[in-house]
């Protein structure tokens, strides 16, 4: 089917761990973005891309790496996992309207993930 | 900093009767939308709004903008029970490289 996909759903690490999420789009959308929600915070960027190759940092970056080598991938890794990661990622993708489409983010199914 | 906040945080509703959820952003923003969350869901698109003075409906749903007054509204009409949701508005704006801002959510359950 077409649309955004993340992998894992869900995930439990440990302490100190290194972990990527992953997120996939098939609809070649230039931007993506990664939120993570956590109760009392709502959602909060922690990092986006424009296009491949070109990512920046969102209101929550530190502990986390992302890169953008394909269009469609955009991949979240956790360098050293420490339980205040424990939260539910989401990934996002839109396209401007000034390229054709509609400015709106649609968001993937989430990844649980769990820091013991 | 773009920041955006809503309310009322909870609602509980009454089937049949009609309420509205305010979202207030705190500076210039030209877009504005509303996301509905069903628990242990993703966010799914309901409204984008434009332009000054956009209105939108979806059903029951009714979502307005006054850019002046950097308020949003969305209103529900006849609350139903397939209404409980969690609903969040989100500012951006292209200057800020089409970033958004949420908002808290707004916790929606309807009661009979």
């Known amino acids: 089917d077409a649309g955004i996909t993340q992998s894992p759903r869900y995930k439990i690490t440990e302490t100190g761990r290194q972990v990527t999420l992953m997120c996939h789009q098939t609809?070649?959308?230039?931007?993506m973005f990664w939120y993570r929600q956590d109760l009392g915070h709502g959602l909060r960027l922690i990092y986006y891309?424009?296009?491949?190759?070109?990512?920046d940092k969102g209101e929550v970056p530190d502990g986390y790496v992302v890169s953008r080598s394909k269009t469609e991938n955009f991949p979240l890794t956790l360098e050293s996992a420490t339980r205040s990661q424990t939260s539910v990622y989401f990934c996002a993708s839109s396209e401007p309207a000034l390229a054709g489409g509609t400015d709106t983010q649609y968001f993937g199914p989430g990844t649980r993930l769990t820091v013991l | 900093e773009l920041k955006v906040e809503q309310n009322p945080l909870f609602l509980s509703m009454q089937e049949g009767k009609n309420y509205t959820i305010y979202c207030n952003y705190s500076?210039?923003?030209?877009?504005l939308y509303w996301y509905r969350q069903d628990p242990g869901k993703s966010l799914e698109s309901l409204f984008v709004l434009l332009s000054n003075g956009a209105v939108k409906q979806e059903g029951r749903l009714m979502a307005s903008l006054d850019t002046k007054a950097r308020l949003s509204t969305l209103h529900i009409t006849a609350a139903v029970h397939d209404l409980s949701a969690t609903y969040f508005c989100?500012?951006?704006?292209?200057?800020?490289?089409?970033?958004?801002?949420f908002g808290a959510g707004t916790t929606v359950t309807v009661r009979a």
């Open positions: 891309s424009a296009a491949a190759d070109i990512t």
């Open positions: 500076t210039t923003s030209d877009r």
């Open positions: 989100a500012a951006g704006h292209p200057s800020n490289d089409y970033k958004l801002s």
């Open positions: 609809w070649s959308h230039s931007y």
